[in-house]
C-alpha cells in the first residue's frame, strides 16, 4: 500500500459538532482527495488539492471543507456535523492521473479510510 | 460533468464461470478508464485500467475492453475464483482534468 494514513479511522459524535479527518502522505505526491462512499452511491468526490493552498470543489462539497498547508496533509472539516454526513470517508492520492503516460503516475492510491457515524 | 452507469449492481457466478461488469460514460473527451476492487472493509484498488487509444488490455483472469463510439467499456473475469468476491467499480476521467468520476459499484459474489 502506498503511504497513505488516515486518522482517526473511527468516529462517533453527535449532530451539530465539528469533526475534522486528516489525511497524511508520505508520497509525495501532487493531489489529494477526500471521497465518502455510501450505499448505492460508490465514491463520491467531496473535495481536492492539486497543490498546497490548492482545492476545488467535488460533486458534493455542501457542509464540507477542506485545507492542505503542507503537501503531505490533507485535512476535512465538518463545520457543524448532521446525520447525512454519517459515511465512509476515503482519502485518496495521485501524482498525476492525466498528464502523464507512465502507468506509474495514473493509479490513484486509496487510504484506508475513517467511518464517521453522527448521532 | 462526467456521469458513469455501471451494471449490474449485484452479480453472482459459479466458481469457474466468467463475469462481465458493465460501464458507460457519458463525456465523450475521457480518455482514462480504471478498475478497482474493494473487498469487505478494505479500501479501493486498482486492478487494470485502459487508455481510449486501446481497445482492449488483459493482465492474466482480467481483461477491460473499450468500445469509444459507444461510450462504454466493460470488466471481464474468466475462471472465477472465490478470492474475486468484492465490490467492483469503474471510473473515467478526461486527461487535464484530474477528478475521476466513479460508477456506483458491482457486488461479486462468486458461488463455490
Known amino acids: 500500500d502506498a503511504g497513505i494514513t488516515q486518522s482517526p479511522r473511527h468516529k462517533v459524535t453527535e449532530t451539530g459538532t465539528p469533526v475534522t479527518l486528516r489525511c497524511h502522505q508520505t508520497e509525495n505526491h501532487r493531489y489529494m482527495y477526500w471521497y465518502r462512499q455510501d450505499p448505492g452511491h460508490g465514491l463520491r468526490l467531496i473535495h481536492y488539492s492539486y497543490g498546497v493552498k490548492d482545492t476545488d470543489k467535488g460533486e458534493v462539497s455542501d457542509g464540507y471543507s477542506v485545507s492542505r498547508s503542507k503537501t503531505e496533509d490533507f485535512l476535512l472539516t465538518l463545520e457543524s456535523a448532521t446525520s447525512s454526513q454519517t459515511s465512509v470517508y476515503f482519502c485518496?492520492?495521485?501524482?498525476?492521473?492525466?498528464?502523464?503516460?507512465?502507468?506509474?503516475?495514473?493509479?490513484?492510491?486509496f487510504g484506508p479510510g475513517t467511518r464517521l457515524t453522527v448521532l | 460533468g462526467e456521469n458513469v452507469e455501471q451494471h449490474p449492481s449485484t452479480l453472482s457466478v459459479q466458481e469457474g464461470d466468467s463475469a462481465v461488469i458493465k460501464c458507460t460514460y457519458s463525456?465523450?473527451?475521457?480518455?482514462?478508464f480504471p478498475w478497482y476492487k474493494q473487498e469487505l472493509g478494505k479500501r479501493p484498488q486498482l486492478i487494470i485500467d485502459i487508455r481510449s487509444n486501446v481497445g482492449e488490455k488483459k493482465d492474466q483472469r482480467i481483461a477491460v475492453t473499450l468500445n469509444k463510439t459507444a461510450k462504454h467499456f466493460s470488466l471481464h473475469i474468466t475462471e472465477t475464483q472465490p478470492e474475486d468476491s468484492a465490490v467492483y467499480f469503474c471510473a473515467a476521467i478526461n486527461f487535464g482534468n484530474e477528478k475521476l468520476t466513479f460508477g456506483t459499484g458491482t457486488r461479486l459474489t462468486i458461488i463455490p
Open positions: 485518496a492520492i495521485s501524482e498525476s492521473l492525466g498528464a502523464s503516460q507512465l502507468a506509474d503516475h495514473n493509479e490513484q492510491f
Open positions: 463525456d465523450s473527451a475521457s480518455n482514462y
